[in-house]
Nanobody, 125 residues
């Protein structure tokens, strides 16, 4: 059974940092690009970042570029989203997802095959 389990969310002040983790079970981790999306109340699911199957290529939304860093650890079947200089507008539920068809990870949530349950990130001003 495939499971993506996020952790690391929480409440942080503006300017602070959080590190999200997504542990992946039940699939060939190296065969999937991995992505993070977020959804704020009343808004649609928004692309945050993606990392290629090899981990050598990453893409970021303009809103997080330079502040967030996505990495993956093949030995642990885990992806990490390091979030620095957090802003109140980063407040959302963050979801990780696995993409079998795209080498680098799609920008579109509909292209992803598996999803985690989400972890809440709240940034206070």
């Amino acid at each position: 059974q495939v499971q993506l389990v996020e952790s690391g969310g929480g409440l942080v002040q503006a300017g602070g940092s959080l590190r999200l983790s997504c542990a992946v079970y039940g699939l060939d981790f190296s065969a999937y690009a991995m992505g993070w999306f977020r959804q704020a109340p009343g808004k649609g699911r928004e692309f945050v970042a993606a990392i290629s199957r090899s981990g050598r290529s990453t893409n970021y939304a303009d809103s997080v570029k330079g502040r967030f860093t996505l990495s993956r650890d093949t030995a642990k079947n885990t992806v990490f989203l390091q979030m620095n200089s957090l802003k109140p507008e980063d407040t959302a539920v963050y979801y990780c997802a696995a993409d079998r068809s795209s080498y680098a990870g799609s920008y579109y949530y509909s292209d992803y095959d598996y999803w985690g349950q989400g972890t809440q990130v709240t940034v206070s001003s």
